[in-house]
């Protein structure tokens, strides 16, 4: 038994280690073309081998302690890997205790004042303002996310935003996804900690107006009636752009 525990988590050791390092890393990899139904019956069958090889390490124990240790070693790590990825999948997508927050009473009245206006503008009753994590800002016709006490994104969709000025007075606003709200200026816009912008399905035609938004590094414009890109070099740290979807545009 403890031979057999030795031979198969050894087995089970070196082809896992070799596909999450080499095997993931390397582009022509045979990992790469299988697919993702063949890679979940890969990792349950791994994980019953490495059961089974503990079991063998504990069954063989009596006979060849030395092995039955090397044995239950590997396969009781790998089993402890196992244990780590199924719990980091568990909590995908769900907050660290004290991450966010979710009362807008929390904040300073000035931010509250703002939130409360872009509400009132885009038709939003205030009970109907999704309090959310960063990553939901999206999923809803008006969301904000709260973090240490400050807005930390906004994110309005499909709503008419008539005065983009009351977001200047959010001095932690480091996200803002406004989709489908008809806007076609930020000249009124002064937010220099803003790093993420999303603006598809409006109505700008150039990016002349983005000036104070100058440390934005991604922006996403896709829908829009864009002509001209005049204006994005007012964001000199931009890394990640899209323009898809505006037929007039020369320049991509």
């Known amino acids: ?22 095997g993931l890393t390397t582009k022509d ?31 063989g124990f009596p006979q060849h302690k030395f092995l039955s240790l090397l044995s239950l070693g590997m396969s009781g790590f790998g089993i402890a890997c196992y244990a780590l990825v199924i719990s980091m999948e568990m909590n995908r997508g769900k907050p660290s205790p004290g991450q966010f927050d979710y009362d807008l009473a929390k904040i300073p009245a000035q931010e509250q004042a ?14 109907e303002i ?11 016709p008006m969301a904000v996310c709260l973090q240490k006490g400050h807005v930390l994104g906004v994110g309005v ?13 959010l001095p932690e606003l480091s996200g803002l996804y406004l989709r489908g709200t008809h806007l076609k200026d930020l000249s009124d816009l002064q937010s220099p900690k803003l790093y993420r912008l999303e603006l598809q ?16 590094e991604w922006l996403l414009m896709e829908g829009n009636q864009l002509k001209t890109l005049t204006g994005i070099e ?14 007039d545009l020369k320049e991509n």
């Open 1 to 22: 038994m403890a031979i057999k525990s030795f031979f198969l988590s050894l087995l089970l050791t070196i082809f896992f280690g070799y596909t999450f390092t080499v």
């Open 29 to 59: 990899s045979f990992l790469h073309k299988i697919p993702d139904w063949g890679g979940f019956i890969m990792m349950i069958a791994g994980g019953i081998l490495y059961l089974l090889a503990f079991w063998w390490g504990v069954k």
């Open 114 to 127: 703002a939130i409360r206006s872009l509400a009132k503008q885009t038709g939003t009753p205030e009970k």
């Open 130 to 140: 999704h309090l959310t994590e960063y990553w939901k800002l999206r999923d809803f």
């Open 157 to 169: 969709t499909d709503k008419t935003i008539t005065d983009i000025s009351v977001l200047s007075v």
């Open 201 to 216: 399905n409006n109505e700008f035609t150039d990016l002349t107006s983005f000036s104070g938004i100058p440390n934005v």
């Open 234 to 247: 007012q964001m000199p740290k931009l890394k990640e752009k899209n323009f898809s979807g505006n037929p």
